[in-house]
């Protein structure tokens, strides 16, 4: 196994955390860059007609932007600005999007094919990353890294946002650290992925019960690298190896504290740990296509980012690919009303 220093995302003022895994079981992460130097102070804008269609969100966490595609055929509808740090996006039933900003701690609700936001909720406990929405209670889980409340930057936590307003509570599994992403099942049961320790020593992964208060701490008959998005597929529970090689996604049925390998959909063009210069953070399934934004560390020439279609489950070579910028992180699809 490598050893080396896991890079995760830290505070507005340390935008990136070195912290040292030295001979751990840990592979190596890349490192991810931090909020754009340069404020952009453009507005933010839609095409007349966005909101009938059916939308993909893209976070970049280079220019602080949000940009929104048509779904399926990829033409720019749209661009958010006023971010600091967009990162993780889920979708509520109403088919509003919710994106986790990292730097400005908090978490904003924006109407599909809207320009302004509809919501803000704040992480007075540290830098979300990831979030879900239950669509029978409306709650919103928001995973975080950092609990700087008590004693400056501690373990993260997951928060639950009853309907997705007021307060949170927060939630805290002895077995994670850095929390990453999450996703609800039909069920109304969450799960998530994160790190075990501040040494970044194993990928660790959770279901916190509906209605429960503490962790199911599960363990995967697969060997996960590095934690990314998960999504639930209506079956099964999608969990992204950020860095294996390539990038991918593998389904899992979980039973007790068990998780049993159903399938895997590799995402050929993020090479993970092969080379460390592009890889996938998130992804939205749709049907029988995955979307997957390839982020790419380094700037054209030698880094050129793109938002790669898949069939899902197949996987392998994407079947389109979309232009982007070069530091895309998050992926959600907003279905228009009928």
Same mark, same amino acid.
């Given at each position: 196994?490598?050893?080396?220093?896991?890079?995760?995302?830290? &505070?507005?003022?340390?935008?990136?955390?070195?912290?040292?895994?030295?001979?751990?079981?840990?592979?190596?992460?890349?490192?991810?860059?931090?909020?754009?130097?340069?404020?952009?102070?453009?507005?933010?804008?839609?095409?007349?007609?966005?909101?009938?269609?059916?939308?993909?969100?893209?976070?970049?966490?280079?220019?602080?932007?949000?940009?929104?595609?048509?779904?399926?055929?990829?033409?720019?509808?749209?661009?958010?600005?006023?971010?600091?740090?967009?990162?993780?996006?889920? @979708?509520?039933?109403?088919?509003?999007?919710?994106?986790?900003?990292?730097?400005?701690?908090?978490?904003?609700?924006?109407?599909?094919?809207?320009?302004?936001?509809?919501?803000?909720?704040?992480?007075?406990?540290?830098?979300?990353? #990831?979030?879900? @929405?239950?669509?029978?209670?409306?709650?919103?889980?928001?995973?975080?890294?950092?609990?700087?409340?008590?004693?400056?930057?501690?373990?993260?936590?997951?928060?639950?946002?009853?309907?997705?307003?007021?307060?949170?509570?927060?939630?805290?599994?002895?077995?994670?650290?850095?929390?990453?992403?999450?996703?609800?099942?039909?069920? #109304?049961?969450?799960?998530?992925?994160?790190?075990?320790?501040?040494? *970044?020593?194993?990928?660790?992964?959770?279901?916190?019960?509906?209605?429960?208060?503490?962790?199911?701490?599960?363990?995967?008959?697969?060997?996960?690298?590095?934690?990314?998005?998960?999504?639930?597929?209506?079956?099964?529970?999608?969990?992204?190896?950020?860095?294996?090689?390539?990038?991918?996604?593998?389904?899992?049925?979980?039973?007790? &504290?068990?998780?049993?390998?159903? *399938?895997?959909?590799?995402?050929?063009?993020?090479?993970?740990?092969?080379?460390?210069?592009?890889?996938?953070?998130?992804?939205?399934?749709? *049907?029988?296509? @995955?979307?997957?934004?390839?982020?790419?560390?380094?700037?054209?020439?030698? #880094?050129?980012?793109?938002?790669?279609?898949?069939?899902?489950?197949?996987?392998?070579?994407?079947?389109?690919?979309?232009?982007?910028?070069?530091?895309?992180? *998050?992926?959600?699809?907003?279905?228009?009303?009928?």
């Amino acid at each position: 196994m490598n050893s080396g220093k896991v890079i995760r995302y830290a &505070s507005s003022l340390l935008a990136i955390s070195l912290l040292a895994a030295c001979g751990s079981g840990m592979t190596q992460a890349p490192a991810i860059e931090g909020a754009a130097a340069k404020p952009d102070h453009t507005r933010s804008w839609m095409k007349p007609g966005a909101k009938s269609q059916d939308l993909l969100y893209v976070s970049d966490i280079y220019t602080g932007d949000v940009y929104v595609y048509s779904w399926p055929k990829g033409t720019l509808e749209g661009q958010l600005t006023g971010f600091l740090q967009p990162n993780g996006e889920c @979708v509520d039933k109403a088919g509003n999007i919710w994106i986790a900003d990292h730097t400005a701690q908090d978490v904003i609700e924006y109407a599909h094919g809207g320009t302004s936001p509809i919501a803000t909720l704040t992480d007075a406990y540290g830098y979300p990353v #990831g979030c879900a @929405v239950e669509n029978k209670t409306g709650n919103l889980a928001l995973t975080n890294q950092f609990d700087q409340v008590s004693s400056g930057q501690t373990r993260g936590g997951v928060l639950i946002y009853p309907h997705a307003s007021g307060s949170p509570t927060q939630y805290q599994d002895s077995a994670i650290y850095f929390y990453d992403f999450c996703a609800y099942d039909k069920h #109304g049961n969450l799960y998530l992925d994160g790190i075990n320790s501040i040494s *970044g020593d194993q990928f660790a992964f959770a279901e916190l019960p509906k209605g429960a208060s503490t962790f199911t701490n599960i363990t995967l008959n697969v060997f996960i690298h590095y934690p990314g998005g998960i999504q639930w597929d209506g079956g099964s529970v999608d969990v992204l190896d950020e860095l294996s090689s390539p990038s991918t996604i593998s389904k899992f049925s979980i039973s007790g &504290s068990k998780g049993t390998l159903e *399938g895997s959909t590799p995402l050929d063009g993020a090479n993970g740990d092969s080379s460390s210069l592009s890889w996938v953070n998130e992804f939205a399934i749709s *049907g029988s296509k @995955v979307v997957a934004p390839i982020y790419a560390s380094n700037q054209p020439p030698t #880094g050129y980012s793109t938002i790669d279609i898949y069939h899902y489950p197949a996987g392998g070579k994407p079947i389109k690919s979309i232009s982007a910028n070069s530091r895309i992180v *998050g992926a959600a699809i907003s279905k228009a009303k009928s």
